[in-house]
């Protein structure tokens, strides 16, 4: 899937779950999939839980993150 195509996927429209992106057509939050994933929730049981969900959503938050992140000015302070 290439990256234009998995953005498309997200959704961000302050009238679903205020604002915070979602994958397009459901009110399951991209930062739930990656906090899910990063608490090593397998793939097969994140889609067992939100059965609306497919592979492609899942590699659609994790571009959204990625694109977040190097978008993301981080100003560290001693």
Known sequence: MEREEALKRIEVN?????G????RGTRIPVELI???LAEEV???EILREYP???RED???????ASASL???EIRLTA
């Open 70 to 72: 190097k978008a993301e």
């Open 58 to 64: 899942i590699r659609a938050a994790l571009t959204y």
């Open 52 to 54: 609306g969900l497919t």
């Open 34 to 36: 990656i906090d899910m």
């Open 42 to 44: 397998p793939v097969d």
């Open 14 to 18: 302050p009238k679903i779950m205020v």
């Open 20 to 23: 915070k992106p979602v994958i």
